[in-house]
C-alpha cells in the first residue's frame, strides 16, 4: 500500500539524522497538515478544470461563431496541460522514503522549477491568446461579410483618410501590436498573480513550516 505522507512525515521526524524526537513530534502536532498532499489535489483539479474548459470553449466557439479563437485556445491550452502533467509526474517520482525535512526541501525545489518554467510559457500564453480573439472577431461572420471588415468600413464613414495597410487601420495594428507585446513583457507577472490568488494559502503555510524546521534545527 502506497505510504502516506504523514507516515513519511511520522518516520522523519524519529530518524535519527533529524531533528531531536520531542521538538519534531510538537512540530507535527501543531503543523497536523499536509501541505504537499493539498497541493497535488488543487494542482490536479486545475488542470482538469483547463481541460475540461478548452473543450467546452471550443464547441461554443463554434456556435457563437468564433472557431478559430476557439481552435487556437484549444491547442495553447492543451499544450499548458501537457507540459504541467509532465511536471506532475516528476513530483510523483520524489523518493518518498527520505525525511520529513529533505522531502519538503525536494517539493520546495520541484515548486520553484515549476514556477519558472510556466513564467516563461505565460509569456507566449497570454499574447497568443489575444491573438486568438482578434482573428477570431475580426473573421466572425456578421450577416455575409467578416465583422473585422463591417467595422473597417463604419470607421472609415467618419474617417475616410484614415491610412490602411491591407485594408486594416494602421493605428488598430499598432495598438494591437502594442497590447500583444506588453502581454507577453508582463505575462510572467500576470501568471504570479493568478498563481497567487490559487495557491498563495499552500505556499505559504510551506513556507512557514520550513522556516519553523530551520529554526528547530539551527
Same mark, same amino acid.
Do not use: C
Given at each position: 500500500m502506497e505510504r502516506s505522507i504523514e507516515n513519511i512525515w511520522k518516520?522523519?521526524?524519529?530518524?535519527?539524522?533529524?531533528l531531536v524526537a520531542p521538538k519534531i513530534n510538537n512540530l507535527y502536532n501543531q503543523k497536523s497538515i499536509h501541505i504537499i498532499?493539498?497541493?497535488?489535489?488543487?494542482?490536479?483539479?486545475?488542470?482538469i478544470a483547463i481541460v475540461v474548459f478548452s473543450f467546452v470553449f471550443l464547441i461554443v466557439s463554434f456556435f457563437v461563431g468564433i472557431p478559430i479563437t476557439g481552435v487556437m485556445f484549444f491547442i495553447t491550452l492543451s499544450i499548458l496541460?501537457?507540459?504541467?502533467?509532465?511536471? +506532475?509526474?516528476?513530483?510523483?517520482k520524489i523518493d518518498l522514503g527520505i525525511s520529513s525535512y529533505q522531502y519538503l526541501k525536494v517539493f520546495n525545489q520541484w515548486v520553484k522549477k515549476q514556477v519558472s518554467i510556466n513564467e516563461k510559457i505565460s &509569456?507566449?500564453?497570454?499574447?497568443?491568446?489575444?491573438?486568438?480573439? @482578434? +482573428?477570431?472577431?475580426?473573421?466572425?461572420?456578421?450577416?455575409?461579410?467578416?465583422?473585422?471588415?463591417?467595422?473597417?468600413?463604419?470607421?472609415? @464613414?467618419?474617417?475616410?483618410? @484614415?491610412?490602411?495597410?491591407?485594408?486594416?487601420? +494602421? @493605428?488598430?495594428?499598432?495598438?494591437?501590436?502594442?497590447?500583444?507585446?506588453?502581454?507577453?513583457?508582463?505575462?510572467?507577472?500576470?501568471?504570479?498573480?493568478?498563481?497567487?490568488?490559487?495557491?498563495?494559502?499552500?505556499?505559504?503555510?510551506? &513556507?512557514? +513550516?520550513?522556516?519553523?524546521?530551520e529554526s528547530l534545527r539551527s
Amino acid at each position: 500500500m502506497e505510504r502516506s505522507i504523514e507516515n513519511i512525515w511520522k518516520e522523519g521526524f524519529l530518524k535519527s539524522d533529524a531533528l531531536v524526537a520531542p521538538k519534531i513530534n510538537n512540530l507535527y502536532n501543531q503543523k497536523s497538515i499536509h501541505i504537499i498532499d493539498k497541493f497535488k489535489r488543487m494542482f490536479k483539479i486545475n488542470l482538469i478544470a483547463i481541460v475540461v474548459f478548452s473543450f467546452v470553449f471550443l464547441i461554443v466557439s463554434f456556435f457563437v461563431g468564433i472557431p478559430i479563437t476557439g481552435v487556437m485556445f484549444f491547442i495553447t491550452l492543451s499544450i499548458l496541460v501537457f507540459i504541467n502533467k509532465k511536471l +506532475l509526474n516528476g513530483l510523483e517520482k520524489i523518493d518518498l522514503g527520505i525525511s520529513s525535512y529533505q522531502y519538503l526541501k525536494v517539493f520546495n525545489q520541484w515548486v520553484k522549477k515549476q514556477v519558472s518554467i510556466n513564467e516563461k510559457i505565460s &509569456k507566449f500564453l497570454y499574447p497568443i491568446i489575444f491573438i486568438s480573439m @482578434i +482573428l477570431g472577431f475580426w473573421f466572425k461572420d456578421a450577416q455575409g461579410m467578416p465583422l473585422g471588415k463591417r467595422l473597417v468600413n463604419e470607421v472609415l @464613414i467618419g474617417f475616410p483618410d @484614415i491610412y490602411l495597410v491591407y485594408g486594416i487601420p +494602421l @493605428i488598430g495594428i499598432v495598438i494591437a501590436l502594442l497590447i500583444t507585446i506588453l502581454l507577453g513583457f508582463f505575462g510572467g507577472q500576470i501568471y504570479k498573480w493568478d498563481l497567487n490568488i490559487v495557491y498563495g494559502r499552500v505556499f505559504r503555510k510551506l &513556507k512557514e +513550516l520550513m522556516n519553523d524546521i530551520e529554526s528547530l534545527r539551527s
